[in-house]
Structures are given as C-alpha cells and as structure tokens.
C-alpha cells in the first residue's frame, strides 16, 4: 500500500550544515585534504581585473575545475550545472547553499583569459605535486617517460593539404590557437630563413595535412583507423607511487614527444631538486643522441632499449656480427680482416668503417657480407658508448624489473582516457592542450594522494584511482 507524504511545512526555518551530507568516505573529502591553494591569489594578483566584467575568485575556478578533470566532467556547461546542484561539489568549492555559481560563459571567459597567461595549472599542478613529495610519495630514485595521443577539438574533415596557402586572417580576427601557432611558426622560422619551406614549429617530418581551426594539432595516422588531428601529453612519472612529476603538451609526432624528455627532466631537477638514478622507457627514446644525453651529461643510467637500424633480416652479416676493438678503434670483419675510418662524422651523426675492395674482392664471405657493392660499410654512431652502456644494462635483472615498473604510466593513460574521459581535448591550440593536461595529471596526483594516505578505516570505500 502507498502511503502519504504528510502534511505541509512542520518547520519554516532549518539548520543545515553542508558538512554532514557530504559522506565521509566521499572521494573529494580525500582531494580536499591534499589540495592548498593558499598561494594561488598571491600568485594571480597582478591578473586580476579591476574594472568590466568582475572576475572569478581564482580558488573557486581551480576547485571547480579540479572537480571537472577528477570526475571525468569535461563541458564547463555541464560542470557549472554539477557545482549548482551537488552538494559535495558545493561543499568542496566552499560555496553555501545560498552561494551564487559562476555563469558558465563568465567560467569560459575567466579560464581562457586571464588564468591562461597566468600559468595558475602549472602553478597548481606544482603545489600538488610538492605535496605529494611532503607525503613521502616521491623517492625520486627511478622516473619513468611515456607520451599519449589525445584527440584535439579540430574536426578531421576540415582539414586541408599542408602546401595549400592559408588566409589565416580573412574574415573574423584569427582565434588564439591560429594565432599562437602563426607566432610559433616566425619562432622556427625567422625572417633570414623565409625563402626556405616554413618547417613545423616543434620538429619531425612536415605534416601532410592541417587544421584551419587548430593548426599546431597534428595529422595522426592511428593504427587500423582514420587519420585525426591530436596532441600528445607527455608524462615523466616517479616509480614510487605513479606520481606524475612533469607533464609536456606537445604536437603528435614523435620527435617533439622524444625532445621533451629533456625539458620536463631538466625542469624537474631545477624546480624540485629530483634527479632519478634511472629512466624507463621504450624504444622510442633510444636513439643515440637521447642516449648520449641521458647518460653522458645527466649521468643517468637508461633503462632504455637501444634503437638498433643496423639488423639485416635478408641473411647477409649485421653489423653485430663485427666485432669492434676500442683499443686499434677499428671493426674486424667475420672473415677476420680490419674495417677502418677517417673518423670524420657523416650528418646522421655517424662515422663509416670501410674494409678494403682489395679484401672484399677475394673474400670467400662476400656472398653473405656485401653482394652488391665491391667492400662492406659499417657505420657506427659518434655516441656508440652511451648506446654500449643501454646495451649493457638491458641485460641485468634491474632492466627486467624496470620494463614491469614500466606498465605503471601506460596504466596512468588508460585511466585518464576511461576514468577521467580525457580522450578528446576541448581547448585548442599548444597552451589550450597544456592547460588540460596539466590540470589532468593534478586531478590524478590529488586522486592518488586521496586513496593512498587515507586512514585505513576509510580506504576501501574509496572510489578506486
Ligand atoms: S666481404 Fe669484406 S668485410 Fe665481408 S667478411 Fe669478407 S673481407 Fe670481411
């Protein structure tokens, strides 16, 4: 049977604290705990507006988005509709029920203004980052690096062939992102090197194709799908705990991707004092001059494979079937015969070992070694020894437990893409990508935090990060 609801209104006033109806096991109770934003206004207080359109209070917009990336809610619309009617949310960005929510085109015009030349996500990514170091998350002994490709908001069929010439400034004023890669572009090429082809403003092959509405998204061919524009989020992260210790937004090619090793490495190392003993990663950052970098100027010892060119699969003799000898400096032959150089480097930073015709010509071998050219050619890159030391460490147990530890950034970008719905980006251009990922890997640092360091009585009841 169904019964009534009651009468009327028994009570015209209420006593309401926000407090006893958010949950203690409630996820954001975790988040608030580790996030302090104390120094955000005196880092924003040169950007804020005195007259026009008032601003939002810096707190509540970085809350508000903290909720955005951490739950997966990625239109501002949606996010402004959430903090209104949620009461963990209003809870969380300290706003009463009284309190007045942002319009959301008031969030749209504060977050893609003033915040964006404020670099206020690095400033709070930082923040979280340097506490999650005061907890003990960061050991700092071995980082590991990996790039994932996020889809940018440029719709594919709009795209039109690179060589075409652009009328970036017809019509309406070009946006921000036309505009940041048009200054981009005069920073790769200057004024001196115009007559030469305009080269793409990161590094890497030019791309075939370009979006008119965000030009410094790259034309991606995914494996067994179409070709998109997307930008890659680099992540440098600690062993330890998964602790993300740098992102990087840079275009998906995997020059730019490999090149910002060096960046959020430096950068780490300047900012926190973290300098790992060891960096993981895959074939892609083991080519020479990376590994000439990593082991001769930042003393790291790469846990990296080597990228090898040199293996011949079409049964004649690989350059691993030469032996070299360090003191003479010269390669020995399988038929037993010297290959020698004018140690002069070529422009793929390599010098060539040549044997001699005089050899090769009467060789019984040369079927197998060099069939088609009168004597063999070795070349044999000017940072061999840094690709010798990769070698040797691919073959201790440290490497074997290291390629495991490896999984741990790849498990961070299932999860951004599953959980947190980072899978297409909503803001354009190279700072609108860095915006989001940086605010992103905070998202999963504070969720990181949240479920780690809470009391134990209350840790299974978490959400799962
Ligand atoms: S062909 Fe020349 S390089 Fe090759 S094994 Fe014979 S002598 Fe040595």
């Not at 300290?94 to 085109?105: K, T």
């Not at 061999?384 to 490497?399: G, H, L, Q, S, W």
């Not at 299932?414 to 940086?438: M, N, P, Q, V, Y």
Request: aromatic share 8%; charged share 25%.
């Amino acid at each position: 049977m169904m019964g009534n609801q009651g009468g009327g209104q028994e009570q015209l006033f209420y006593s309401f604290s926000l407090d006893d109806h958010v949950p203690r096991d409630h996820l954001l109770r975790g988040i608030d705990r580790f996030l302090d934003l104390g120094e955000l206004r005196q880092h924003l207080a040169g950007f804020y507006s005195h007259t026009g359109r008032p601003s939002i209070d810096p707190e509540l917009m970085i809350r508000m988005l903290v909720i955005g990336y951490s739950f997966g809610i990625r239109s501002e619309r949606r996010l402004c509709e959430e903090v209104h009617l949620n009461l963990a949310y209003r809870w969380f960005c300290r706003l009463d029920l009284n309190a007045q929510i942002p319009d959301h085109s008031t969030f749209s015009k504060n977050r893609h203004g003033r915040f964006r030349q404020s670099d206020a996500f690095r400033h709070v990514f930082e923040a979280v980052l340097r506490r999650c170091m005061r907890e003990g998350l960061v050991a700092g002994e071995g980082f590991a690096i990996d790039a994932s490709v996020i889809k940018a908001d440029a719709s594919r069929a709009r795209g039109v062939p690179a060589g075409q010439d652009m009328k970036w400034s017809e019509g309406e004023a070009p946006s921000r992102a036309v505009r940041e890669y048009l200054a981009s572009l005069d920073v790769a090429n200057p004024a001196e090197d115009d007559e030469q082809a305009a080269g793409p403003p990161g590094g890497g092959n030019p791309p075939r194709t370009i979006s008119p509405t965000d030009p410094a998204a790259r034309w991606t061919a995914a494996p067994g799908g179409p070709a998109f524009f997307a930008y890659s989020t680099n992540y440098l992260i600690d062993l330890q705990a998964g602790i993300v210790v740098d992102v990087e937004a840079t275009p998906a090619n995997k020059t730019d991707e490999v090149e910002s090793t060096r960046t959020m490495v430096q950068r780490v190392e300047e900012r926190f004092a973290l300098k790992p003993k060891r960096l993981v990663g895959d074939t892609a950052y083991g080519a020479a001059p990376m590994l000439h970098w990593i082991v001769n100027e930042k003393k790291i010892e790469p846990h990296i494979p080597v990228w090898e060119k040199s293996q011949r699969d079409d049964g004649t003799f690989s350059r691993s079937d030469f032996r070299f000898d360090e003191q003479a400096a010269v390669y020995e032959c399988p038929g037993g015969k010297r290959l020698t150089t004018s140690g002069r480097p070529t422009s793929e930073a390599t010098v060539i070992f040549r044997a001699s015709n005089h050899d090769c010509g009467g060789c019984s071998l040369k079927q197998r070694c060099c069939p088609n050219t009168p004597n063999r050619k070795i070349a044999r890159s000017i940072y061999e020894e840094a690709r010798d030391v990769a070698r040797t460490v691919c073959t201790t147990p440290a490497y074997e437990q290291s390629r495991k530890e490896r999984k741990k950034v790849e498990m961070l970008f299932a999860h951004l893409k599953r959980i947190l719905k980072l899978d297409r980006l909503r803001l354009r251009g190279l700072s609108g990508a860095h915006d989001e990922f940086l605010l992103a890997a905070a998202a999963q640092n504070l969720r990181r935090m949240a479920k780690w360091l809470t009391p134990k009585a209350e840790i299974g009841k978490l959400i799962p990060v």
